[in-house]
């Protein structure tokens, strides 16, 4: 009986190493955790395309993409040291920091991914957003007041809602919003624009050389997605989507854009 336990020991011990890798230690690489949505477009931009121009090719850096950050498991895997940095929405951030004081918030990284779908010729009475997203609560707010419903729901079930008409609108990523029929709305009125995604870092990767060689790269990364024909070409990259140039100035317009506040660094 003890045999049989040891091995089962081992066997969970392996599965764990298998699912979730430990965090980068100065023999390691970096392990970036990002969303797989636009969120995680600049980190996919930063690993695999940084290496080309001025930049030297970086083979200490790797993504994993993450299906939904504020699921309880993608959060977990943070908190317990498998990643060093990581791409998250505004709640999923503000959660862990609540519970663990290892981690910080960087600088937001993308505004306005978020959009709103909506069915022409209605006024919307229900809206779909993701479960767990207070931040999408207030966008449908901010547009339709306060007399409008949402009805939160898994990811993934927000266009087949939409599709099925169990909704007026969807709050949905922009490359998801944009495969869809239906009006687009931008996330805010607002000039200022809706923080969607923020970079969190674990505080004792902080003082590891690399993290300023990433900070470094993050920046170039956000300067150049938002040139147009960057954007173009990555999100063909990125998810295999013909964008065309319409397409883009519909982005534009919608206020979608990267950006990143190089914090402080140490001396």
């Known amino acids: ?40 477009m600049i980190i996919h931009y930063l690993v695999h395309e ?11 850096f790797e ?6 950050c504020c699921s309880s498991t993608s959060q977990w895997a943070l908190s317990s040291n498998q990643y060093d940095l990581a791409v998250m929405c505004p709640d999923a951030a503000e959660s862990l920091l609540e519970k663990d004081g290892r981690f910080e918030i960087v600088s937001p990284c993308l505004m306005n991914s978020d959009i709103v779908v909506v069915k022409p010729g209605l ?5 779909g957003i993701a479960q767990n997203r ?26 087949y809602a939409y599709e099925k008409n169990a909704v007026d609108g969807v709050v949905v990523d922009a490359l998801r919003g944009f495969t869809m029929t239906g009006d687009k709305l931008p996330a805010t009125p607002v ?15 902080k003082d590891d050389p690399r993290y300023q060689e990433f900070l470094d ?3 170039q990364s956000v300067e150049e997605l938002n040139n147009p024909d960057i954007l173009i070409e990555e999100i063909g990259r990125y998810k295999n989507i013909d964008f065309s140039r319409e397409e883009v100035n519909q982005w534009n317009r919608l206020g979608i854009k990267h950006v990143f506040t190089i914090p402080e660094m140490r001396g």
């Open 191 to 205: 000039e200022a624009g809706h923080i969607t995604y923020v970079l969190v870092v674990n505080n004792s990767f």
């Open 1 to 40: 009986m003890k045999k049989l336990f040891v091995i089962a020991a081992v066997a969970v011990l392996l599965l764990t190493a298998f699912l979730y890798p430990q965090r980068g230690g100065d023999n390691g690489k970096v392990k970036i955790g990002a969303p797989d949505d636009t969120g995680g």
């Open 123 to 127: 006024t919307p009475q229900k809206i």
């Open 134 to 159: 207070t931040h999408q609560t207030q966008i449908v707010a901010d547009i339709f007041g306060q007399g409008c419903a949402t009805a939160p729901m898994l990811p993934a079930a927000i266009p």
């Open 217 to 219: 790269l993050f920046q």
């Open 50 to 60: 940084k290496g080309y121009g001025d930049a030297e090719v970086q083979h200490d």
């Open 63 to 68: 993504l994993y993409p993450v299906k939904d």
